[in-house]
């Protein structure tokens, strides 16, 4: 089992910034892929970042490239989001993810994501 706990969220204004974290206990943090995705009220979840084991290969969906950052520090056990130049459409739960496979992460695979965390809120003010 992984457990995934995140922090961070909160309310900010429009084209501010927020960094998130998601810290990993359980398994082998290394051992896994990890992601960011969000939901929105009224709005399936959907995929933000996604980041290889080793933090040597990123993907983005198209909404938030140039703007969010994925990371991970795996002395740590934790990978980060920061984002950068908020926008209104940005507001969701974000929710770390862990998988053994990066693709079921990003949605190349039809394989659920095998860990979730409870997701933090974000809040951006116009």
């Known amino acids: 089992q992984v457990q995934l706990l995140e922090s961070g969220g909160g309310l900010v204004q429009a084209g501010g910034s927020l960094r998130l974290s998601c810290a990993a206990s359980?398994?082998?943090?290394?051992?896994?892929?990890m992601g960011w995705f969000r939901q929105a009220p009224g709005k399936e979840r959907e995929f933000v970042a996604g980041?290889?084991?080793?933090?040597?290969?990123?993907y983005y969906a198209d909404s938030v490239k140039g703007r969010f950052t994925i990371s991970r520090d795996n002395a740590k056990n934790t990978v980060y989001l920061q984002m950068n130049s908020l926008k209104p459409e940005d507001p969701a739960v974000y929710y770390c993810a862990a998988d053994k496979d990066l693709p079921s992460i990003v949605g190349l695979t039809a394989t659920p994501v095998d860990y979730w965390g409870q997701g933090t809120q974000v809040t951006v003010s116009s």
């Open positions: 980041i290889n084991l080793s933090g040597g290969t990123t």
């Open positions: 359980g398994r082998t943090f290394s051992s896994y892929a």
